[in-house]
């Protein structure tokens, strides 16, 4: 689905400062200078002028503006790392060059039965996005090995009885996932965001575009709104307790608090058809960890609990890059639009098999 440029992300800043009746904090200016470099027959120095912290007037950390997640690392720890934690600048250059290939050059060659999305269509390149070299092996930091913890045996033996298509209902995962073969009976199988509803989180992914977050600070309140789908989230930093276990969101419900300069938010009440990992939303919990540890970057760490799933909590740590805004709004209507084409294709399918015929499986792309 592509993205259509209509209203700036910053016009819902606007609406949340109306709404809380408070006004939308200025990020402070901060940066790095560097001085001239200084050169000898020997040597080439550069001096460079400490980080200062920038603070809202409340004198929290200034996490406000446009950050970018995306990356080419993967999720879970190839095993030939073992519990390696970083490449080798060498590695890290080969990983960094082939998932611009892969992924917006189109040098290497995918399976003809794969649909791929090619971002490029719509301008939106690997540099404009924002994509920084990161050096570990895996954005999984917990377990050591960069994996998934076992699952629990219910958890086994729920995905056993559900069909292989149905870890792509997922709105957390690659959307290109999806295979031809989906089942297709009515809207519902086809997924929240082929139907335009929700493209997930939290927790923030990379993405392989529309990988953007803007981040906006107010007096009581933060408000994190997502590129992809222009989701927000207006999470109070008040102490209120969570809503009624009874009420579902979207995107949870999150409550957010500060620990020393990082801002931590816990979001539990997730809806059972928005959820990552196909976790269990009676039993989980994410709790994201934000710390700016420089001027253009947000350590991003979130931790997943979910007992029920999970024989442990497990937790990523995703660096979050300085992007150039405004974030303009993901209008959703192809998939709106694509929904009676892609049950009519499926029901001509359907007659295929049942007359005999062969034919190409029905494709969502």
Request: proline share 8%; with cysteine.
């Amino acid at each position: 689905m592509s993205k259509r440029s209509g209203t700036s992300g910053s016009a819902v800043a606007l609406v949340m400062a109306i709404v809380l009746f408070a006004p939308a904090f200025v990020a402070a200016q901060s940066g790095t200078t560097t001085k001239p470099a200084k050169k000898t027959a020997t040597i080439t120095a550069t001096v460079t002028r400490a980080w200062t912290m920038p603070r809202t007037p409340d004198g929290q950390p200034d996490l406000q503006g446009y950050w970018s997640s995306l990356s080419f690392t993967p999720m879970q720890r190839p095993v030939k790392y073992g519990n390696r934690e970083f490449l080798t600048d060498e590695e890290l250059s080969q990983m960094f060059k082939e998932g611009v290939q892969h992924e917006y050059e189109y040098t290497f060659d995918h399976a003809s039965d794969q649909p791929y999305y090619d971002p490029t269509v719509y301008a939106l390149g690997a540099w404009q996005n924002g994509v920084k070299p990161n050096k570990r092996t895996s954005l999984i930091v917990d377990p050591p090995d960069g994996r998934f913890p076992p699952l629990t045996p219910e958890a086994k033996k729920a995905r056993a009885m559900k069909s292989s298509a149905s870890a792509d209902l997922d709105p957390n995962a690659d959307p290109e996932a999806a295979e031809a073969n989906r089942k297709a009976d009515s809207p519902a199988d086809l997924g929240l965001g082929v139907r335009c509803l929700t493209f997930g989180g939290p927790p923030i992914l990379p993405r392989k575009y529309n990988s953007n977050t803007q981040i906006v600070q107010g007096a009581g309140y933060v408000l994190i709104e997502a590129e992809w789908g222009s989701e927000p989230r207006i999470i109070p930093l008040d102490g209120r307790p969570h809503l009624s276990r009874n009420i579902h969101g979207w995107h949870g419900d999150s409550r957010g608090h500060w620990e020393g300069d990082t801002l931590v938010v816990e979001t539990t009440n997730f809806r059972p058809d928005a959820v990552p990992q196909n976790a269990n939303a009676k039993t989980l919990k994410i709790t994201e960890y934000f710390t700016r540890s420089y001027a253009d970057t947000i350590e991003y760490k979130f931790t997943v609990d979910d007992p029920s799933t999970w024989t442990k909590p497990w937790t990523a740590i995703i660096p979050l890059s300085r992007s150039d805004g405004p974030m303009f709004e993901y209008a959703c209507s192809e998939g709106n639009n694509a929904l009676i084409n892609i049950l009519a294709g499926a029901r001509e399918a359907d007659r295929g098999k049942a007359t005999g015929a062969s034919g190409t499986p029905i494709s969502q792309k």
